[in-house]
């Protein structure tokens, strides 16, 4: 029987995880770290290493990171159970149960005599019972429009749809309508239907988001919510809700674009911060946006600068909704700043974004409200491999990916990235 030969690559990465190990168990965790970045790129098919990342990174708190890191591990290594173990392990930390309880099922199945992951899984809450009814979701960037349209919305008989519950990281905490409320309350929101969440018959008060919007839901023609995107730096999690979309895949999204150097310049003005991590966001936005319209049938999207009474008329069609008063709550005239921005560092990066935003845009069917099915399956390269990108659509992708500085498709990072002094659990 022949061996498989060491490769001088392998025995490096085995004395980093070596090394890092140590490391680890005397709780220098950063220096474990150190010690493996040194060798991830030339040992990314190394289960060891992104394991011992993975557990030195959820020892920094940085779960997400950890995540990421984890599920390489368990890529590479799917037998493994105590890697499986881990990367529920860090799914638990981030509160995402149905994750973490699917690895601790297959931990199990690895190797049903440990009985920390028998008690890791009883540590868990109760599986979460699916939405039962249909849900419209109105998604987009801060500042890019999406108050306004939830707004227009709402003015449809039999439709109430919230204004930023975010329960795709809400965590099915109980007591959801109150919580709701009393956020609205605390920035002088008057109780409109974007604002407030009425009492349901039958619906306890402390439900979840999820079972109140269910309970809403009845005798409606459309129940849901608006979620406004913004920076990771700011608690916005694109895998997340990419991940929560897909579980839901009937559901209806309408999404809101606006053209970024608006998005920008308002976002500056409104919070301040820094322009490079809004235009991250925006093109993350963007790639999400790009990856759900690709993945999911129920995809509607609508440009901001361009809503009027006849695109509103499409959306409604498309909606199964009356929505003769929606343009009313439009002024006449969009804000446009055109010259945000001109001349100082970020721009070109803010001028690559606007083209990449325009090649999207000029996908959108006016007459369907959405992008065009053809342009967006033609099959496309990621950053970095050979071959040519077929349309402009794809290129727009490329770039968008280049701006975020990864490879995956809804601005979730290929490789856990380097530490930035943040903690991100």
Known sequence: MGTEAITPRQTVSDEAVKLASGHYEERRFVEAEAVLRQVLDESTDHAGVFYWLGASLASQQRLKEALEAGRRAVVLAPL??????????YA??????????????????????IAAYQDALASLPGRETPPESPRLLVVGHARSGTTVLLTALNTADRVHLLGEAHLYRDRGRPYFRDRFNLMHERVGNQSTKSAYAPVVAGVPLHATGEAYLDGLANGMLAVGEKVVLGPTTQGHDFALLRDYLERRRFWTTVWVLRQPRSIISSCLRRWGGDATDWITSVAQTLLLFVHIARQLPQTLVVEHEKIGRERLAVLGSALGLDLRHAADVYTPDRVVDDSFGRGEPFDDDLMRLELAHEAIVDEIDVETARLNPASIQIEQHLPGFEGPQPNAFGRAVVELMSLVGNDGPSGMPALPSKRDGKANS
């Open 92 to 113: 638990r930390a981030l509160f995402q149960f149905d994750e973490a309880r699917e690895h601790f099922e297959r931990a199990i199945a690895l190797a049903p005599d």
């Open 80 to 89: 493994h159970a105590h890697y499986v173990f881990g990367l529920g392990t």
